[in-house]
Each structure stands twice: as structure tokens, then as C-alpha cells.
């Protein structure tokens, strides 16, 4: 057999490689796309969703946005709908139909929302806290046992799965109305969420550093300090400012069953039908999400530089 019949052996079997290659990877983006299709028509069914439904309500944003625009015969909203008039859109707190009519409360609402991003603070703390400590050992590669790693990974399921606003009932009930039911709800929510973020992170940390200061004789406390934290820590920051983003939005929500925060206050006013008050509290919740998206957007940039973890 020549050379030229071996070169032309070795490139038919590169070939045939190549051409299944190709197949088995048609394959599999076909059956990605099947299941895909068949989960969103099997969940559409199962909900009643259908894109009908929503273009069909489409048109009612429009007769919103003119009902908004638009001075009603008596001076009042039949359909209860904050009212802006051109005519008075820049006018003082006291007059109707202005913009600043919507923002007369403005001190109360913005010392809440201060209270909303305190409670924010000291709940993403006090989950971060926990889920640092937990994440340790709910990691295979780090682990003293198998038990544990089973043991602090269940641990960390249930505080996620609960939802916040289900811890914030109970502790509604156990320490009363008040920002410390919402801290404490947020919190653990967020160290279960925080907690298995941190030890996949933990898992795919490098395995020399570990095993490199494994080998000197370091013990399982000095192997996570110099080998791991050093590693992760940056990605716990970036999970962690990303969480806060989070716990924000849900104070807002948390303290319509009392635990504290401007979601007390949304409660309030939806039950007196002050529909003006909800515009501007929901106008300042955008505010204050879109500002500190913007200020951890710096902060995850300035600490990790340019690893995009989160």
C-alpha cells in the first residue's frame, strides 16, 4: 500500500468523524428545540397562556395612557386611574393633576424607602454570613464527610424553597409588626440562595492550590483560608451584590404583610384606593432599583475587575 493510499485512508476516516460529528450534534440541538417546544405548549396548556390573549390586551395600555393624559367629567377617574392634564402637569404639591400632586407625601415615602434599603442591607449581611459558612462544607471537593456535604446541602434547600414572604409571616407572628420579621425572612431566604451559588463556586475552584497546600500537612481550616477563599471570594462579592438588588425589590413586596419597609405603605395606600400614592411609590421603587443596579454594576467592576461572575 502506497502513501498516497494511507493519506487518503486517514482523510476518509477524519471525514466520516467529522460528518458524525455533525450529525450528533443536529441531533441533539433538534431534540433541545423539541423539548423546549414541548414544555412551553404542555405549561401554555396546563396555564391557560396564550400569545392571543396577550395582543388581544394589548390595546388597553393605549386607552390607559389616554385615560392618564385626560381630565374626566366631575374632576374624578371612574376607573380610579391617577390623572395627569397637561395644563397643570408642572404645577405645586396642592394641585391636582400635576406630577408633584402625585409626590406631596414625598419625606414619608422616602423614609421608608430608606427603611427598605436598610432592611435590604442587613438581610443580604446576614444571609452572605451564613451562606459563606455553609457553602464550605455543602461542597464535595471540600467536605470532611459525605454525611455533611448531604446534611448542609438539605439545609440550604429548605431555607431556599420557603419563600420569603412565608418566613415573613411567621415571624409577623412571632415578633410583631416591623422591619425585624423582614430582615430575618429576607435573611435566610438568601442564605439558601447565596449558600448553593457559593458552593458551586467552591466546586469549580482550582484543585492545586488545594491540593498543593494539602500536601505541606495543613489542616481543613488553613486549606479553606489560603487555597479556596482566596480563589472565590470575588464571586461570593458579585452573588452577594446581585442578592441585594434582589432583597431591594423584595422589601417592597414582604411589607405588605408587615414586615416593614415602603411594601407597608403600598398596603396602605391600595386599601384606601390612593392611587396617586401608589403611582409615586411605584415610580420611586424603579428609581431606587435602576440606582443601585447602576452603583453595584461599579462596585462588582472596581472589586473584580474584569471577571464577569454574576
Known sequence: MSATDVSEDVLTVMQARIAAHRRE??????????????????????????????IDGLPKFGHYLAKLFSTPAGGGSAERIPIVSFAHLFGGW????????WFYNIGTFISLML????????????????????????????SPAPWIVWLSRRILEVLRSIPDIVFALFFVFCYGIGPLAGILAMGLHTAGALGKLFSELNENA??????????VGADWFSTI??????????????YALLRFEI??????????????????????VINFNRYEDISAI????VLLVIAIDTLSGRIRQRFIGDARIA
Open 115 to 142: 427603611d427598605t434599603v436598610a432592611m435590604a442591607v442587613l438581610a443580604t449581611l446576614l444571609g452572605f454570613s451564613i451562606a459563606f459558612l455553609a457553602s464550605f462544607p455543602a461542597s464535595h471537593n471540600l
Open 206 to 215: 482550582s484543585s492545586r492550590p488545594i491540593e498543593g497546600i494539602r500536601s
Open 25 to 54: 450534534k443536529r441531533l441533539m440541538t433538534l431534540s433541545g428545540i423539541a423539548i423546549f417546544l414541548l414544555l412551553f405548549f404542555t405549561a401554555s396548556w396546563w396555564t391557560d397562556f396564550g400569545i392571543g390573549a396577550i
Open 225 to 238: 483560608r489560603y487555597a479556596v477563599v482566596p480563589q472565590v471570594f470575588p464571586g461570593f462579592v458579585s
Open 94 to 101: 396642592d394641585t391636582k393633576q400635576s406630577i408633584l400632586y
Open 247 to 268: 432583597n431591594v425589590r423584595s422589601s417592597a413586596i414582604i411589607g405588605v404583610v408587615g414586615a416593614g419597609g415602603i411594601g407597608e405603605e403600598i398596603k396602605k
Open 282 to 285: 411605584v415610580i420611586l421603587v
